[in-house]
């Protein structure tokens, strides 16, 4: 069995029967990064498993702060054993450092979790941002407009994500550009 297989198992298993539509996600987060992992080169076997570990955080025996990306890479690092590049960039999806600001937790993500730059970490942006709550495509815009629809007005998701947007269309772009020049 290989990482992303193992990666696969993981997220099923932590996500498939707790909370099956974040399951359906992560399913198409990972259909979706398999099929942009070939621009990232030596790394693409990362953001394969990274794209299926992404929202494990959201498990019910893994919430310890309320921010999904900090609760799933602590546990891939603690408990797990993950990859260190995989638990950054679980720890730094979708531009996680926002929420982590906005919830006073920007201090512990940074010491824990080292950024990722690049392609590597536009890829898994890519990947989330692009992929409807059921694993469908979707364009990013109408992506971005559904969180901000499911959690509301003056929720703190809501405005980090808001906030984010911005540079979540930048990562999507970036992305779209190396497809377009592969």
Known sequence: MDQTERAQDL???????????RWAHSQ???RKAEAVAHLVGDDRLT???????????YAPDLVVTGMHQLD??????DVARADDLVCRLVAHHSCAFIEARNRGLAD???????????????AITYADMTTTPVGEPVDVELRLAEILSRYGDGDLVAESIREASPLIIGSVRAVEAALAGA
């Open 47 to 57: 953001l394969i498993s990274a794209a299926w570990l992404h929202d494990v955080g």
């Open 72 to 77: 799933g890479a602590r546990y891939l690092r």
């Open 28 to 30: 198409g987060v990972g």
């Open 11 to 21: 997220a099923r298993l932590l996500l498939s029967e707790s909370i099956p539509r």
């Open 108 to 122: 512990q993500l940074a010491d824990e979790f080292e950024p990722v730059e690049g392609l590597l970490s536009d």
